[in-house]
Structure formats: structure tokens, C-alpha cells
């Protein structure tokens, strides 16, 4: 009799956890709410429906997401499988023919005869049975109240508003100066001082920058509670001298004196190596994020490791919950997958998918969990989430900033890409032979 797994969604991640049990010889129970229920955002009866883009980003292996992609190859992931059969020219980005690419989704795991699908809304599940929770980003309000008593708090959030991630070695520090306000704490801020004159035309672009609209769905009432920056300049020229770039306390070295204005960022990991703009949630395209935010002196050469982005997420407090493994705490059993885990994008969604499978076969079978560390693109984000600091926690997508070694300085920004990808995928090799994945 085979062994059977739940897995609630048939979205990327969902989808690519069935194909990874399927394969591997379970019953896999997939449930899937479409045709029933539709989400505001969903328009076909197929799988792994994409909503936003038909990208899943560059192809590139010494970018983040293109050594992403190139590790879920070596992995045998089902869903990168077909967005290469599916792809459609968009230079060295990987773009798929939209309804091809769910359509073949679908049909690939329809053939397996061990696949259950089984339609309708999930609004709660028997915590004692091997489960894979992958609803998405739109988890209907029923299953997130459910999910909510279970993770007993609130640990469960309805929006994404992420600030900015910069580079720390990207950083001058002719302008910048480390230090907390009015010399309070343990000197865990950068600040990043503005004249009179420079703020005045960093405030000027902002205002004028141009926006992601939001979808239908997601309407200001979403995000009350936490403005986006330019929203908030738009209030007047002085709101954001008495908001996020408040300069009192923070005496700059320099002058001796408070700065005109002052964007601080905060340390994102333990390692000098990732900073977050704090405040800076945002809805500018990332083409206008790297304009404005950038006429900021001291980011005037900035790296961006993670846009701002402001959307209709649902995602769980990933720290307080789940494991590097996407495993719950409490219930070992039950493992998060997709944007609901608390990674972000299309690719980054795909791969803790394919993680939890793996790591439910390994579980089910008793024997150790795969650890793909932090060498690899597809551990790194995994071992963030699970152990990034849960008063801050925002969702994470794959970047280069998170990947051990990441934090050595080289100005050949490329070689030193190269160099960390070359070491992922023989890392990953390593771990695919000792695993018998």
C-alpha cells in the first residue's frame, strides 16, 4: 500500500511537491480549490497558474535567481522542466507561453496514476496527517484563520510592505557613519545624512516617481498601517524629516552637527552584509527604486540585493514556525511551501516546493532531513527564513547577499558571482550524491 501525502494548493510549489512524491513512488492527495473558488487574481482551471508575469527572471547563473534555476535542474524540478520546453524569446530571461505552461504542468501530473485531486476549498486539515501546505499568497480567509489557531498567535500576515535590501560593501562611507540616536544602543545603524539641497531633489524625484498600481484586489485599504514612503512625501516637503529620515540624534562625525536629513538602515543578518532601508516600503518600479534611491549620497553606487514591494501576500512569521526544512515545529508532519513560507517570487516558490517533498519522503522514511546550506542558492534562502529575526521578518527572494561567502570583498562584481555560483552547484552535487536524492 502506498505511503500518501496531503498537499493543499496546486499552485508552483504545490505543484512541483506532488511531482517530487509522485515520482518517488506516494499517493499524493492534491487539493485544489479552482474550479470551485477562484482567488480575485486567478482566471484558468489549469495548475500553476502564473498571475503577475510570464518571467521567471534571468537565466544568467552567476545572478540569484538564474543559479536558482540551474539548481532546481540539477534537482529534476518538474515545473523548471517545462518552463524550458515552454519558453518564449525575452533575451537572457526565462519567459514562458502562459497558458502552455500551465496547461503542460497540468497534464504531466495528470498521467500519474498515484495522483488524487481532490477540488474544493480547504478551510481545515487533520494535523496528524503527512501534509504539505502550499496555498499561495491569496490563501482563502477560512484556512488562514485555521492556520492562525494552529500557529497559536499572530504570526500570520495579510500584505507584503518590504523596504529595500542594499549591499553593505556597495555602500560610501565618505558620507555614511555607523552609529544609534543620540548614541543609544549598540551602534546597529548605518546613516546616511542629506543636506538641505540634496534632500530637496531626492524629495522631488520621489514624488514624482513612477508607481506599480496595485491590482484590483489590493486597494489602499490593505495597507493601512504601513505607508508607502512616497505616499507619505506626499504629505509635504517636511513629512519624511519627521518620519523615516528623522535626523534627530544622529550626530554625523563629520560636521559635528544633526544632518539636514537621514535615512538609516538596519542590519538585516548578523553579518555585516545585508542592510535594510528602514521605512522604505515602497511601490516605485524597480527601474525608478534605483533612480531615486540612489540620489541618497551615500547609496549613490548602491547594490539592491531585494526591491521594495508592496502586494496582497499572505505569509506566515517564518522564524517563530518553520524550520530550515519548511517543516512546522510543532507538527513535524506538516510542512509550508510557496510564498505562504515566507520566500518571495515565482522560482523562489518553486524551489521550497521541492524542498519539502525531499525532506517529507525523508521524514516518512526516518531517515535525516536534506540541510542544502547556505553554499547553495536553494539552501540559502531556506536557512534565511528559518533564522532571520522574527521581530522584522519580511518575505526573502533569492539573492546573492544570502549565500555563504557572500560578504568577501571583490570589486569584479562578476568574477566574484562566478566564483560563488561555481561553488553552489559543486556544493550541490555533494549533497545530491551523500542524500541519494
Known amino acids: 500500500m502506498l505511503k500518501e501525502v496531503n498537499v493543499i494548493g496546486a499552485g508552483l510549489a504545490g505543484c512541483e511537491a506532488s511531482y517530487q512524491l509522485l ?36 537565466n544568467d547563473v552567476t545572478s540569484a535567481c538564474g543559479l536558482l534555476k540551474e539548481e532546481l535542474r540539477y534537482l529534476d524540478s518538474l515545473v523548471i522542466k517545462v518552463a524550458d520546453e515552454v519558453k518564449v524569446p525575452a533575451g537572457s530571461a ?31 486539515f487533520n494535523l496528524d496527517l503527512p501534509t504539505i501546505v502550499a496555498t499561495g499568497p491569496l490563501t482563502s480567509d ?21 523596504a529595500p535590501i542594499v549591499d553593505y560593501n556597495s555602500i560610501d562611507f565618505n558620507y ?21 539641497e540634496e534632500y530637496e ?26 505607508m508607502p514612503v512616497e505616499v507619505l512625501a506626499k504629505r509635504g516637503i517636511d ?4 518620519g523615516p529620515l528623522k535626523p534627530v540624534g544622529l550626530t554625523d562625525p563629520k560636521t559635528g552637527r544633526w544632518p539636514y536629513a537621514c535615512v538609516q538602515l538596519r542590519r538585516e543578518t548578523n553579518n555585516l552584509d545585508m542592510f535594510n532601508m528602514v521605512g522604505f516600503q515602497t511601490n516605485l518600479t524597480f527601474k525608478e527604486q534605483e533612480r531615486v534611491f540612489k540620489l541618497i549620497p ?8 531585494r526591491y521594495g514591494v508592496m502586494h496582497r501576500n499572505t505569509f506566515i512569521n517564518a522564524p517563530t514556525i518553520i524550520n530550515k526544512y519548511y517543516q512546522v515545529k510543532q507538527h513535524n508532519n506538516i510542512f509550508i511551501a510557496g510564498q505562504l513560507s515566507g520566500v518571495e517570487g515565482y522560482v523562489e516558490s518553486i524551489a521550497s516546493g521541492l524542498t519539502c517533498a525531499i525532506n517529507m519522503d525523508k521524514y516518512l522514511n526516518n531517515q535525516p532531513l536534506v540541510d542544502f546550506t547556505a553554499n547553495t542558492m536553494i539552501g540559502a534562502l531556506s536557512n534565511y527564513i528559518a533564522n532571520a529575526e522574527p521581530k522584522h521578518f519580511q518575505p526573502m527572494s533569492s539573492n546573492m547577499g544570502i549565500l555563504i561567502g557572500s560578504t568577501e570583498r571583490n570589486r569584479d562584481k562578476k568574477a566574484k558571482y562566478k566564483k560563488l555560483s561555481d561553488i553552489a552547484l559543486e556544493k550541490l552535487k555533494e549533497i545530491i550524491k551523500d542524500n541519494n536524492i
Not at 473558488?37 to 484558468?44: D, G, I, R, Y
Not at 498567535?153 to 510592505?161: I, P, Q, R, V
Not at 551615500?298 to 539592491?304: I, S
Open 23 to 58: 515520482k518517488r513512488g506516494y499517493k499524493v492527495n492534491l487539493y485544489e480549490m479552482k474550479p470551485v473558488k477562484f482567488t480575485p487574481a486567478h482566471k484558468n482551471n489549469n495548475f500553476a497558474e502564473l498571475v503577475c508575469s510570464n518571467s521567471l527572471k534571468s
Open 142 to 162: 477560512d484556512l488562514s484563520s485555521y492556520l492562525k489557531s494552529i500557529f497559536e498567535g499572530e504570526y500570520l500576515y495579510f500584505f507584503d510592505a518590504i
Open 94 to 124: 526565462l519567459a514562458v507561453d502562459r497558458q502552455l505552461f500551465s496547461q503542460k504542468i497540468t497534464d504531466t501530473l495528470k498521467e500519474y496514476d498515484n495522483l488524487n485531486i481532490i477540488t474544493g476549498e480547504v478551510k481545515e
Open 298 to 305: 551615500a547609496l549613490h553606487d548602491v547594490e539592491f540585493l
Open 201 to 226: 531633489v531626492f524629495y522631488n524625484a520621489l514624488i514624482n516617481a513612477e508607481i506599480v498600481h496595485l491590482h484590483e484586489f489590493e486597494n489602499s485599504k490593505v495597507f493601512e498601517g504601513c
Open 176 to 196: 555614511a557613519f555607523i552609529g544609534d540616536r543620540y548614541d543609544k544602543g549598540t551602534k546597529d545603524y548605518i546613516n546616511c545624512p542629506m543636506t538641505k
Open 239 to 242: 513629512s519624511l524629516r519627521y
